[in-house]
């Protein structure tokens, strides 16, 4: 297992093969840039740690591989014992190690491995003599990375300060332009080649915005294409970094059939062309190990794809097997040619995945789902056949728990474009889980409801996770240093499933559980555990806020904020959309409160944050980008600027059309706030008819959305039917002002029955509303008893609040003064006049 530490430029191409050249073992081209990040990792493992841990993340081709191989390199030349650990060496890992000797193993792909990962980190963290340092190399921190930490406090101590940096970007060498980069690198790959080094002029972007792989694979074409002229090339050869990829795989598919002619399979021999491109991407998808699983893999694909000798399979297998394109070729190389063969002839997944073992078909599942992350956020053809072909994998993975759940993984989280695929694959899990293991069948349980809740199926995921808590409590008990904070995060989890069902309070319960247990944890281990409290915290001040207490909910609001904004100073790519969402709240609560001005600061620092996400990633942040500008919209409006506000809000609302179209589960009730929200600005600034048809379009919205879930939705039902009511009456339109807010009154009394705390406010103003539609119509009788139980409600309120509650008190008693004047109770009206200017005119204690 022991890492090469051969000198750049020393390793020799294979005759055919020009693709692996680009391998990062090979060591072609020398090591450039990145000086920061490989000063970082070497000063990291000079630390004083006896065990440590650090993952380098980012993109495809951007140099992850190659830059921890380069510390591995340096570190062998100090003394090191460096180790590249393959998928499935983990359990022997440690055993390789001398005893007393620093060492430094290599986890590529750590994404996509299995449990035992988990396994090495637990024995890893325990009393060795010398320093041991585990470096970790993904495309991203994602599940994977969430539920490796939550396998012991232990492990989450090593994995804490693993994300120190955020993912690698493009640029490798500050101040250098991508041209430079290319000239560099011809030099290496024609000396590995045993050609002249041409001259070259490259089609770039200054700055550093191409992947590494891209400028390398820009530089190897450029000799490439030298070789391929006779005599040596007139002037500088042009060469386009953006095609790069594209014209080296041409040379790659020319050097498959080369390498088919000499191994004696090409032809009449053994398979004929035009079955070549098929029978390469099936050995890129499955990555078979051994020559029965290449003869077999042949023989099956050879069904779909015509060409193939009958009895020339092992010999075509064997020509597969040394080929070998899953690992010796870039994905970002020859992926482009598996998806487009997998879309040409749909049967190829079935014949590569029927019969296939297990390793291969969790091989080819991850290869597809790493093809969908590589894809551009927004809706596009190549998107679409990557998303179907990785249906079509992950349908045919067996039922085997690790498999399954290795794969669920490695998807992006949220996304809107997996999340179903998502929840199948959970389920499945779930169902090939062991029913003695409890402890996997509760992570299990618990990534069902997580999938569920993604989906907008609330009430489907909160029987998984009830059932999840039990075991959970269950192993706590019995060993909480293992399953302690495990319990934490599942009861932050339910407490998002109950909100998400409009069940504040049984919400509460659990996210102050969570904050106790966390804070256990803490104590014995300070530090590990601070992601988690911060989260917790944040969930704690959002559950205050859903039961309608603003001032409650600021503060721990605000703690979330600075919490979030220390990890984000740390490792901005990683918790950004965390600063942002916490900003948010903080401004939605000083909204509640009255405080336009202080809200504004936060609501704009949290639209900056997520333009920028939103912009790099639209599938993950597009949604949190609609919930800024709603709020950004608010502040404006309730400062008094309307007309800056309304850009903000129709922003919003196209966004929320958006995404409540992809996944109409988890965006509708957002996009009717959206609605709601911009109808009622609209009509605040004199467009009342516009307003009037959103603020409509809303509470159709609502009314579909009651009717599949009446607990959760039936209040913001109301609320929609009040804007409207109130809509109408600005437009002269009393009765069908009355109609609306009846039915609202008439909800809130119900809901008022259950929670009054949570909604007596509500149910004051819809009563003021009806005083109202019945004064304007000359029913002062009738006007006058809803008005005096709003009066009555909101005495009350305004004593326990009196800062928020006194002006609504004010408005209610003017309203009350007109009804009692129209039925010339001239004393009581004029009593009720002078409390209201009382009110107004005195400050709140």
């Not at 073992?357 to 990557?386: F, N, T």
């Not at 048809?693 to 879930?709: F, G, I, K, W, Y």
Request: with cysteine; charged share 25%; glycine share 8%.
């Amino acid at each position: 297992m022991s890492i090469s530490t051969s000198q750049p430029g020393a390793a020799v191409a294979d005759a055919g093969s020009p693709g692996r050249l680009l391998a990062p073992a090979r060591r072609i081209v020398p090591f450039v840039g990145r000086a920061a990040e490989l000063i970082s990792l070497i000063d990291w493992c000079s630390g004083p740690d006896p065990v440590a841990v650090r993952l380098i993340s980012g993109p495809r081709g951007v140099g992850k591989t190659r830059l921890a191989r380069e510390v591995a390199h340096r570190l062998a030349h100090a003394g090191w014992t460096c180790l590249d650990v393959p998928d499935g060496a983990e359990p022997a890992a440690l055993a390789a190690v001398p005893d007393g000797a620093p060492a430094l193993l290599l986890i590529d792909d750590a994404e996509t491995r299995g449990p035992a990962l988990a396994d090495l980190l637990r024995a890893a963290a325990r009393d060795r003599a010398g320093a041991l340092r585990v470096l970790l190399v993904a495309r991203g921190a994602g599940e994977w990375f969430s539920r490796l930490s939550m396998a012991d406090v232990t492990v989450r101590a090593l994995l804490e300060p693993a994300r120190a940096r955020g993912d690698l970007g493009a640029e490798v060498f500050p101040g250098q332009v991508d041209a430079r980069l290319v000239a560099a690198f011809v030099q290496p790959y024609a000396r590995a080649l045993g050609l002249a080094a041409p001259r070259v002029a490259v089609a770039s972007v200054p700055g550093g915005g191409a992947r590494m792989l891209d400028l390398q694979a820009a530089a190897l074409c450029a000799v490439l294409r030298a070789q391929a002229q006779a005599r040596a090339p007139r002037g500088a050869l042009p060469v386009d970094v953006s095609d790069a990829l594209g014209e080296l795989l041409e040379h790659e598919r020319w050097s498959w059939f080369r390498s088919a002619e000499e191994a004696g399979v090409l032809g009449e021999a053994g398979f004929l062309p035009k079955a070549m491109d098929g029978l390469v991407a099936a050995a890129t998808l499955t990555g078979v190990r051994t020559p029965d699983a290449a003869e077999n893999l042949v023989r099956r694909v050879s069904a779909v794809v015509p060409g193939v000798r009958p009895g020339a399979e092992g010999d075509v297998g064997r020509w597969l097997l040394d080929l070998d394109p899953h690992r010796a070729l870039p994905g970002r190389l020859v992926d482009p040619h598996l998806l487009a063969e997998l879309t040409d002839v749909p049967e190829l997944l079935g014949a590569c995945l029927a019969g296939a073992g297990a390793a291969a078909a969790r091989r080819a599942a991850l290869r597809a789902a790493g093809i969908v992350v590589e894809q551009p956020g927004g809706p596009s053809e190549d998107q679409g056949a990557a998303l179907d072909r990785l249906g079509a994998a992950i349908a045919a993975l067996p039922e085997e728990h690790d498999t399954l759940r290795s794969v669920s993984g490695v998807l992006p989280y949220p996304s809107l474009a997996l999340g179903e695929l998502r929840a199948e694959l959970t389920l499945r899990t779930l169902a090939a889980t062991p029913v003695g293991d409890l402890p996997s069948r509760a992570e299990a349980l618990r990534d069902v409801g997580v999938a569920l809740g993604e989906v907008g199926r609330a009430t489907d995921a909160e029987q998984y996770q009830r059932e999840a808590l039990a075991l959970f409590r269950e192993l706590a008990a019995a060993d909480p240093h293992r399953f302690r904070l495990r319990l934490a995060a599942l009861l932050v989890n339910l407490g998002t499933t109950y909100s998400d069902q409009g069940r504040p309070q049984e919400a509460l319960r659990c996210v102050e559980e969570s904050v106790d247990l966390l804070r256990l944890v803490a104590a014995d281990r300070p530090g590990v555990v601070t992601l988690d409290l911060t989260m917790a915290v944040s969930n704690l001040a959002v559950t205050f806020a859903e039961l309608g207490r603003p001032l409650a909910a600021l503060e721990p609001s605000r703690e979330a904020a600075r919490l979030w904004r220390e990890l984000s100073r740390a490792n901005p790519e990683r918790f950004a959309w965390a600063l942002a969402l916490a900003l948010m709240n903080v401004a939605r609560r000083l909204l509640e409160l009255g405080r336009a001005r202080e809200a504004h600061e936060p609501a704009a620092e949290s639209l900056e944050i997520r333009r920028r996400l939103a912009a790099a990633d639209p599938d993950e942040h597009l949604s949190g980008l609609g919930d800024s500008l709603q709020v950004m919209g608010s502040v404006l409006a309730d400062q008094g600027r309307a007309e800056e506000a309304l850009p903000y809000l129709e922003e919003a609302v196209e966004i929320r059309r958006r995404t409540a179209q992809e996944n109409p589960g988890r965006y509708l009730p957002d996009l009717a706030r959206s609605l709601q929200s911009l109808g009622t600005r609209l009509a605040d600034a004199g467009r009342r008819a516009e307003g009037l048809d959103l603020q409509q379009e809303a509470v159709e919205v609502r009314r579909r959305l009651v009717a599949d879930d009446p607990a959760r939705y039936v209040p913001d039902l109301a609320d929609a039917l009040s804007a409207v009511g109130v809509t109408h009456a600005r437009l002269g339109r009393p009765q069908d002002a009355l109609d609306v807010e009846r039915e609202a009154t008439r909800t809130w009394r119900g809901l008022v029955g259950s929670e009054p705390d949570r909604y007596r406010p509500r149910l004051a103003q819809s009563l003021t509303n009806v005083s109202s539609a019945f004064a304007v119509l000359r029913l002062g009788d009738e006007a006058v008893p809803p008005a005096c139980e709003a009066v009555a409600l909101l005495r009350e309120l305004a004593t326990d609040d009196a800062a928020r509650y006194r002006p609504r008190l004010a408005e209610a008693l003017r309203v009350l003064t007109l009804a009692l004047h129209d039925q010339e109770r001239f004393d009581e009206a004029q009593r009720a006049r002078a409390e209201a200017e009382e009110l107004v005119g005195s400050p709140a204690p």
